[in-house]
């Protein structure tokens, strides 16, 4: 029979067990986890851009739309050989309306939703990784999906944001749209056009939905990204830009804003618009 004193004993050492597993949470841990929340919902994988919007801004080499595409098809791949349910938004070079993709998505009461983008920038340097979400309920993929993609890729690291694009405002399921690296920064677009690097995206934003029930939890107490810290973003804040990029980011919000009492515009111009505020 234990005694009262071997009792408080036993409670502290598995006290000391849970704040040790708490705070030495590794990527291995992390990808441990990340496997066992696999299955059940549906993912709406949703390539950006396509057809005669190619994405990125004027005059970039690398098109955005063909970068989200293979990412997206790769992802496709990864998360149906884990036995997901994956619908795709488009899977060819098609033109698909910021609507179409949200009604897709609101089609299924379990889905998330995951944007595939690749960010560009007047200024060549900019370069990095950012993951956007608008719902609360979206923090968490956003969380994972950050948490994997921006610690397996070479760019920088440039947080979770939170920002009203479309696709992440009227979806009514956890929605996140992932900035995978600029390919208007020479070493981020010669990243971006290997097979191999777009399958480590692929597997990494994977990792990211099947520990989205695991992974921000953990991290909560770190200093990822939670709701109250995370403010709605009007453009770009957590980055040191250029003047003239700020004065840019300044006329971008007065758009936005502008937008928001036109909502009887069709979804393809506010595509047009979003596609800008991509930093460009
Ligand atoms: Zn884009």
Known sequence: MPTNSYRLRLFAASLLIAFLECTTFSTAQARRASKDSGSGATVVIDAGHGGYDRGG???????????????????????????????????????VPLGTRVAIANSYSNA?????????AK??????????????????????????????????NRNVRRRGYYVLRKTAVPAVL???????????????QTASYRQKLAEEIAAGVRGRNTVASTLATTRVATGENIPLQPYIDQTKVAKSERHR???????????????????????????????G
């Open 249 to 279: 980011s300044k006329r971008s919000h007065k758009k936005s804003t502008r937008r928001k009492k036109k909502s009887s515009k069709p979804a393809g111009s506010e595509a047009k618009a979003a596609s800008k505020d991509q930093e």
């Open 57 to 95: 801004i004027p005059g970039q080499r690398v098109a955005e739309k063909e970068m989200t595409l293979d990412v997206a098809q790769r992802l496709k791949k990864v998360l149906a050989a884990s036995g997901c349910r994956v619908v795709m938004t488009r899977d060819g070079d098609v033109f």
């Open 112 to 120: 998330i939703f995951v944007s595939i983008h690749f960010n560009s």
């Open 178 to 192: 992932v900035e995978c690296g600029f390919l208007t920064n020479p070493t981020e677009a010669a990243y971006a």
């Open 123 to 156: 200024r060549s340097g900019a370069g990095g990784i950012e993951t956007y979400f608008y719902s609360r309920e979206s923090l968490p993929l956003a969380s994972a999906i950050h948490y994997f993609v921006a610690g397996g890729a070479p760019s920088s």
